[in-house]
């Protein structure tokens, strides 16, 4: 599966597992009920889709005007950092006043998603990569004259 097709089932199969996981830690770590915690991850996952757009357009404006081209490690660490800077930002206050918990409460509830996603992310594209095969830009090219 190739194209368009795989990403819209990549991003929906990604979306919906990520936000049953975090519904059910969200619920479980804010002692909020299951529906009540899905409503926070729901907005979440709609949050970071929107944030990710928004912000890749404004790093990748910023990027063009810089004298040196390239992304090395500083500029893809300091993209992550900027990212997550202001998912933090926005989805503290939506957890505190949704979930009904203090700020302090809903940044560490933010810091253990942020770690889940990070081994969910791995584990997902793992997964899905072995279902579905690899994409044509990450296949292996047979050796020439072979």
Known sequence: MQGIRRKIVYVSLYELFAIAASSAGLALLSD???GHASVAA???SAIAVVWNLA???L??????????KGRGVARRIAHALGFEAG???MLVPLFAWWL????WQAFVLDLG???????YTYVFN????RVFGLPASAAPQPAPGG
């Open 42 to 44: 729901v907005a979440a």
């Open 55 to 57: 912000y890749n357009t």
């Open 59 to 68: 790093f990748e404006r910023w990027e063009a005007r810089q004298a040196t």
């Open 113 to 119: 998603l942020i770690v889940f996603f990070l081994v």
């Open 32 to 34: 909020s009920g299951l």
């Open 126 to 129: 793992l997964g899905f990569d």
């Open 87 to 89: 998912l933090v930002l």
């Open 100 to 103: 009904g918990v203090s700020l």
